[in-house]
């Protein structure tokens, strides 16, 4: 159905005379005229009755006016949203990102961003970092911040950061006095660790049999949160990303160590990720943008010490 007719219909009906019409629209009033006489027929019935000079509603075109003033409504709300997510500076960016960054990183992008262009809206989500869950959400995000490492024809990848892997331990383990350790000194104890379809999973399992042994897993879970728990508790040891400063895991005196590991390999990859078959809409590309900007000036918040 012509929307200009649906148009030119809504203001015939509030009272614009078919001339009034053709002054303010570039078309002739017989242009007009044949535009509702169409509309008229893909509906079934007259729609308007001439009055004098003017033309009025039937019965029917009443009761159609009520939803084509609804349905314009609808029609220039969305006109005015994709206007507003096509401009930089009021748009929206869908940002996935991996739990585990939720505490430091992205917080921190997001904010310093949100500094330059205070009207952008962003819709995030976490994901887990299972291998091989999709991308970008499933195609929902326009950006994914994670360590999945994505190797796909279809996507972008951008390297950000190295982000070392700590082993830890709880207060009353027998190597808190050491700052630096062997994964080989803890080969015989308990591990506690995320699912195998993992990406860290998979990481801290390949550097243990780097080290010579197959760790002894014990417990196995969804999120960093509840293996510090554990590790707390003293139930086992773990391999996990190395604390922010600023972050609660950070605060000196909790009950969880963090002790660095000289063996080879106990780091992890955080990346930037993006469809390579679309293109990003004007937010997102000046998200994009300053995400890489900050990490190649190594602007990224410190390890807690």
Not at 43 to 71: C, E, N, W, Y
Request: net charge neutral; with cysteine.
């Amino acid at each position: 159905m012509d929307t200009e007719a649906l148009r030119w219909f809504q203001q015939v009906a509030d009272g614009v005379t078919v001339t009034e019409v053709s002054d303010l629209e570039p078309v002739t009033q017989s242009g007009v005229s044949r535009a509702l006489a169409r509309l008229e027929d893909e509906i079934g019935t007259p729609l308007l009755r001439r009055s004098g000079r003017r033309l009025q509603m039937t019965q029917a075109g009443a009761v159609f006016k009520r939803h084509v003033d609804a349905v314009l409504h609808h029609l220039d709300d969305g006109i005015a949203a994709v206007s507003q997510l096509l401009d930089p500076d009021t748009g929206t960016v869908a940002l996935a990102f991996q739990q585990s960054l939720g505490t430091w990183l992205v917080p921190d992008m997001v904010r310093g961003f949100l500094v330059a262009h205070p009207a952008v809206r962003f819709h995030l989500n976490q994901v887990r970092d299972e291998l091989h869950a999709p991308a970008l959400d499933d195609g929902r995000a326009d950006l994914e911040i994670g360590t999945r490492g994505h190797r796909h024809p279809a996507l972008h990848t951008r390297p950000l950061a190295i982000e070392p892997l700590r082993l830890a331990l709880s207060r009353g383990h027998r190597l808190a006095g050491q700052e630096r350790v062997r994964l080989a000194e803890v080969a015989e104890e308990p591990f506690v660790s995320l699912r195998p379809d993992s990406a860290l999973r998979k990481l801290s399992d390949e550097v243990c049999e780097q080290a010579g042994f197959r760790p002894i897993t014990v417990f196995e879970g969804d999120d960093l949160s509840t293996m510090r728990g554990f590790v707390a508790a003293g139930l086992g040891v773990a391999i996990i990303p190395a604390p922010r400063a600023g972050t609660p895991e950070s605060v000196a005196g909790g009950p969880v160590l963090y002790r660095e590991i000289i063996d080879p390999g106990a780091v992890r990859e955080i990346s930037l990720t993006w469809s390579a078959q679309r293109r990003l809409l004007p937010a997102a590309e000046l998200f994009r943008q300053h995400v890489i900007r900050r990490a190649a000036a190594g602007r990224v918040p410190a390890l807690s010490r």
